[in-house]
């Protein structure tokens, strides 16, 4: 079917008016169905967020000189449907949206890979992963501070805390401390400090699983918080020509961290790895010099983080999810997608679980790297969208109830499909 008569409204998203595109639809028979949109061509990428029955189904994207684009599939049950897409640009028209039914589901992983050059540990929790998708969810939770009280609020308010504790490792290189300094990026820096230590507990004394990202701050500085690009002047292109200022200034930064993540080398504890995350949307400065530099430094990085430290441990998380920005599969084993919806909103996201798969040519597992409302177990299960683990950002994401109430945490960490500390505990072990 086609649907051509769209309606402009204005939803609030985070604080702001957004305007949206709305449709409605009607399903004769349950089954499996193709989503894709017809608009005008774009001169430049962009990319937008889909409500179905105002629930959020994640991200789209539109490709430059394209005007076609396969949003995703979903298993509907007959009945009416309310469509509803984000201008992604301000001159937006969509011409129709296509809805084909098709006889069975094709979003799932075939022919996942563990790579060889792994280690003992980090090939069984690949395994673990394995076995568990389409199954289970991880429940994930990032703390930017080693005192993680998020981790302490959910345990209050659920009785249980995440089997996956982010880090990050913002805190670790030299030039954090940079001009017009906020008091904000103060506090950050210094309630990081001391996350190697806990992240040594979680994955060691506690069992649990481990991931890091790194906002890293510009090696030469700037001012404020210079992971932004708008912060920094530091050029990543220089940064890679052997012998500059900014390349000498680079790998000291690089070596600094792949001396603390040997540690954890030193122990076979498995780390996910999600460096140069968001790259494509070129805010950090790692992205900030197009997806050739970027490609060059994730190289550069993986080269030296395994080759000269040895770290086969890592478990490379891709989080740059755009054609332009893919990396080769044997450099990373899970692809990552970053989506904020509103406050409050527990839609299944499939939209952005299916995008992540027919980027990786469904061929690697996918998770739900950083997001603010958490999906609702029985939504993802019921359409589908296997993503491999959740991941809260910090902060307000957790303590203020708009976006994750009381209740909605409850649910979800007693969910029967829901992975915790003491769900882990009990399906795997590293012991």
């Given at each position: 079917m086609r649907i051509s008569k769209f309606e402009e409204k204005k939803i609030d998203l985070y604080s702001r008016e957004i305007r949206i595109l709305e449709a409605e639809f009607k399903i004769e028979s349950f089954g499996y169905y193709d989503f894709y949109l017809n608009y005008e061509p774009i001169e430049n990428f962009s990319k937008s967020y889909v409500f179905i029955n105002n629930l959020a189904y994640g991200e789209v994207q539109f490709y430059e000189g394209k005007n076609y684009s396969y949003l995703g599939e979903l298993k509907l049950k007959p009945e009416k449907y309310t469509f509803q897409i984000a201008f992604p640009y301000e001159d937006f028209k969509i011409n129709f949206l296509e809805i084909k039914e098709k006889d069975q589901s094709n979003s799932k992983i075939k022919n996942f890979k563990i790579r060889n050059n792994l280690s003992d540990n980090a090939k069984r929790i690949l395994e673990f992963f394995q076995k568990i998708y389409a199954n289970y969810i991880i429940a994930g939770q990032h703390t930017n501070t080693s005192a993680g009280p998020e981790i302490a609020y959910i345990e209050y308010i659920t009785g249980e805390k995440p089997a996956l504790r982010g880090f990050d490792l913002l805190s670790y290189t030299p030039a954090t401390k940079t001009q017009e300094m906020t008091p904000h990026a103060i506090i950050e820096i210094e309630g990081n400090k001391g996350s190697i230590e806990k992240a040594l507990e979680w994955g060691r004394d506690f069992g649990g699983i481990v991931t890091f990202c790194w906002h890293w701050y510009a090696p030469l500085g700037g001012k404020d918080k210079t992971f932004y690009t708008i912060n920094t002047d530091f050029d990543l292109e220089k940064a890679l020509i052997e012998g500059t200022e900014e390349n000498k200034a680079l790998l000291r930064d690089i070596y600094m961290i792949g001396e603390k993540l040997s540690i954890f080398r030193g122990l076979d504890l498995p780390i996910l790895w999600r460096p140069l995350h968001e790259a494509d949307g070129?805010?950090?400065?790692?992205?900030?010099?197009?997806?050739?530099?970027?490609?060059?430094?994730?190289?550069?990085?993986?080269?030296?983080?395994?080759?000269?430290?040895?770290?086969?441990?890592?478990?490379?998380?891709?989080?740059?999810?755009?054609?332009?920005?893919?990396?080769?599969?044997?450099?990373?084993?899970?692809?990552?997608?970053?989506?904020?919806?509103?406050?409050?909103?527990?839609?299944?996201?499939?939209?952005?679980?299916?995008?992540?798969?027919?980027?990786?040519?469904?061929?690697?597992?996918?998770?739900?790297?950083?997001?603010?409302?958490?999906?609702?177990?029985?939504?993802?299960?019921?359409?589908?969208?296997?993503?491999?683990?959740?991941?809260?950002?910090?902060?307000?994401?957790?303590?203020?109830?708009?976006?994750?109430?009381?209740?909605?945490?409850?649910?979800?960490?007693?969910?029967?499909k829901v992975i915790t500390l003491n769900k882990l505990r009990k399906l795997f072990s590293m012991r």
């Open positions: 070129r805010w950090f400065w790692w992205g900030a010099k197009g997806p050739e530099n970027y490609k060059k430094l994730y190289h550069l990085l993986y080269e030296i983080l395994t080759e000269k430290f040895k770290l086969n441990n890592l478990i490379w998380i891709w989080n740059a999810p755009h054609p332009d920005w893919e990396i080769e599969e044997d450099l990373y084993d899970i692809a990552g997608i970053d989506n904020y919806v509103p406050p409050g909103n527990h839609g299944p996201m499939k939209f952005s679980y299916d995008l992540l798969l027919k980027l990786t040519d469904y061929r690697k597992l996918v998770a739900l790297t950083e997001n603010g409302p958490i999906p609702d177990p029985d939504l993802l299960f019921e359409y589908e969208a296997y993503f491999l683990w959740f991941m809260p950002w910090f902060g307000d994401f957790v303590f203020n109830e708009s976006f994750n109430s009381k209740e909605h945490l409850k649910k979800v960490y007693n969910h029967e």
